[in-house]
């Protein structure tokens, strides 16, 4: 295959992109605004997806290894009230491996393996060219035309504005994480509160959301309903300012619900954003988009999943690819169909996160229900 191809991102959707590529021996140019793999926190725990997330991984050739890293119990979950009452307590059975867990650092290690990613290289521009192709310009200065450009570069997408005027938009509802290390040693109340894989508490328009990571990380997460006002939030670098206001925002609950806020180190907000449900855009030669770049969506477990079967997909349609016109031709038919399924769990995160954090907790509980049956 003669054609100069590039993905924008070394997240999951770009690298699952690229390895399904190298391993047909098809040559990718990966670009990475990040200096190194580990110049920023990788965030928390995935549960990959049978049909989804596994599905692209067994593409790559990669579901053994990911088998041998993941962690089954982690698909356990706890649901407590807010006085801390046990409501629900699910368990997977033996041998269950529908969704298991796995740290973001350790999938993209797995993805990375023989890659060659052309680290702190951020695109500043995408410009489609009238006569084929796209040229991108970085943030060093250099310039480079390439046949197909994959646009996998999340949220606040460079590649984006090239072919869709769409920008994310606030949900109304905000996180605070923070964490904490070493858990089942420093921290044995919590590690037995919170148990093997993650626990929630739902109130009035807000939760408190804990889940393992593993060598004994915790994450947890304050959600709530809030206008997006940063100037109404306390410092974020001010851990001890934001602790407080977190307390008392879930002034009430259970003593050891509470400790999880009380014990927990450093705190990020994350506003929450979300892409239009059926964000589609028109076709433009040689560009085009993957995961939160496509369809960013509320993280309710779909979004990295789908992301990660679009690369797969899209890699195996442009390896296919050999003829004139073929690659284009590959590139719109894939649209169509990432379009369609993106939209269908768009519609369903967006419904189920007015569901999770709303007036009424019984919500919650009964969507858990719905999606996890006893």
Same mark, same amino acid.
């Given at each position: ?113 023989? #890659?060659?990613?052309?680290? =702190?290289? %951020?695109?500043?521009? $995408?410009?489609?060219?009238? +006569?084929?192709? *796209?040229?991108? !310009? ?51 109340? #919590?590690?037995?509160?919170? =148990?093997? %894989?993650?626990?929630? $508490?739902?109130?009035?328009? +807000?939760?408190? *959301?804990?889940? !393992? ?70 076709? *433009? ?90």
């Amino acid at each position: 295959m003669g054609h100069r191809i590039a993905v924008v991102g070394a997240g999951p959707a770009g690298l699952t992109f690229a390895r399904v590529l190298h391993r047909r021996d098809h040559p990718v140019t990966v670009l990475e605004r990040d200096p190194a793999p580990d110049a920023r926190p990788p965030g928390g725990a995935l549960d990959l997806h049978q049909g989804l997330g596994q599905l692209a991984l067994e593409k790559a050739g990669l579901l053994a290894q990911f088998q041998a890293l993941s962690r089954p119990e982690g698909q356990a979950m706890r649901i407590l009230d807010a006085d801390g009452t046990v409501l629900r307590d699910w368990h997977p059975r033996p041998g269950e491996r529908a969704n298991p867990e796995i740290d973001r650092g350790q999938l993209r290690g797995l993805l990375l393996g023989p #890659l060659d990613v052309q680290w =702190g290289r %951020g695109v500043t521009e $995408v410009v489609p060219q009238t +006569r084929g192709g *796209v040229l991108v !310009r970085s943030a060093d200065g250099r310039q480079e035309t390439f046949d197909l450009l994959i646009g996998a570069d999340g949220a606040r997408s460079r590649v984006r504005p090239a072919i869709s005027s769409a920008a994310p938009h606030y949900t109304g509802v905000t996180l605070v994480e923070t964490s904490l290390d070493d858990v089942d040693t420093r921290h044995p109340d #919590l590690a037995r509160l919170v =148990g093997a %894989g993650s626990m929630a $508490v739902y109130g009035v328009n +807000r939760a408190l *959301v804990a889940q !393992r990571n593993s060598g004994g990380h915790l994450k947890v997460y304050a959600q709530f309903r809030a206008p997006l006002d940063r100037h109404a939030n306390p410092d974020p670098s001010d851990a001890e300012a934001v602790r407080s206001r977190l307390l008392a925002l879930f002034d009430g609950w259970a003593a050891p619900v509470l400790d999880l806020l009380r014990r927990g180190t450093a705190f990020v907000h994350r506003p929450l954003h979300v892409l239009p449900v059926s964000h589609t855009w028109a076709h *433009v030669p040689g560009v085009t988009l993957l995961g939160d770049a496509a369809h960013l969506m509320p993280p309710l477990g779909a979004g990295a999943n789908l992301a990660m079967l679009e690369g797969a997909e899209l890699a195996e349609s442009v390896a296919a690819a050999t003829g004139p016109g073929d690659l284009d031709d590959a590139v719109r038919a894939f649209e169509e169909q990432m379009w369609a399924r993106a939209a269908t769990w768009a519609e369903i995160t967006t419904a189920g996160l007015e569901r999770l954090v709303s007036p009424d907790p019984a919500e919650a509980l009964a969507l858990f229900d719905e999606v996890q049956p006893s």
